[in-house]
T-cell receptor, first 112, second 114 residues
Framework: AQSVTQLDSQVPVFEEAPVELRCNYSSSVSVYLFWYVQYPNQGLQLLLKYLSGSTLVESINGFEAEFNKSQTSFHLRKPSVHISDTAEYFCAVTSGNTPLVFGKGTRLSVIA | KAGVTQTPRYLIKTRGQQVTLSCSPISGHRSVSWYQQTPGQGLQFLFEYFSETQRNKGNFPGRFSGRQFSNSRSEMNVSTLELGDSALYLC?????????????FGQGTRLTVV
């Protein structure tokens, strides 16, 4: 079975500052990792995913995440945040033939 | 193309009642998954249906059930509602349900049990 820990439930950050949202996972088998974003009163949207290959994956809106197998982490980063990045972010893991297991989410608040 | 549609968006029910939620996936998608989202527990997987068959099931009591129709539309039913069933119920559809097919989420149905 897999599990996901998002270490920070809330992260406030000033606009144009960098941010890192932390995600650690636990699994006895190989995993595939995802970050989803949820805006207020919306469903989840896929932000980026790691399936194989390069351990650094990027999204179209400037976010990136790096898969670190030795540290069992998949932290999400952005060098400069915008007000529009205010949302809740969920890290998720699967072994491939099991449903996605989500972390409890990190609420990112960008302050003008 | 139209996204995943969940109806109704909001529901208020009384303890002991039952409720049915509906999910219309994106046209052509055959996999539908259901999740319960609460502030305390986060997102928890309920079940997945593929081509009218339940393919995976989460760790929820038998009061939670679902089905999928031939047009891939899915319903989930909760019987004998409890206060703790108050949550946002999210449906996700994908083409095949595998890793390389992205799951698209609906806006959810917010259920309040009083």
């Amino acid at each position: 079975a897999q599990s996901v820990t998002q270490l920070d439930s809330q992260v406030p950050v000033f606009e144009e500052a960098p941010v890192e949202l932390r995600c650690n996972y636990s699994s006895s088998v190989s995993v595939y990792l995802f970050w989803y974003v949820q805006y207020p009163n919306q469903g989840l949207q896929l932000l980026l995913k790691y399936l194989s290959g390069s351990t650094l994956v990027e999204s179209i809106n400037g976010f990136e995440a790096e898969f670190n197998k030795s540290q069992t982490s998949f932290h999400l980063r952005k060098p400069s945040v915008h007000i529009s990045d205010t949302a809740e972010y969920f890290c998720a893991v699967t072994s491939g033939n099991t449903p996605l297991v989500f972390g409890k989410g990190t609420r990112l608040s960008v302050i003008a | 193309k139209a996204g995943v549609t969940q109806t109704p968006r909001y529901l208020i029910k009384t303890r002991g009642q039952q409720v049915t939620l509906s999910c219309s996936p994106i046209s052509g998608h055959r996999s539908v998954s259901w999740y319960q989202q609460t502030p305390g527990q986060g997102l928890q997987f309920l079940f997945e249906y593929f081509s009218e068959t339940q393919r995976n099931k989460g760790n929820f009591p038998g009061r939670f059930s679902g089905r999928q129709f031939s047009n891939s539309r899915s319903e989930m039913n909760v019987s004998t509602l409890e206060l703790g069933d108050s949550a946002l119920y999210l449906c996700a559809s994908s083409l095949l349900g595998g890793l390389n097919t992205e799951a698209f989420f609906g806006q959810g149905t917010r259920l309040t049990v009083v």
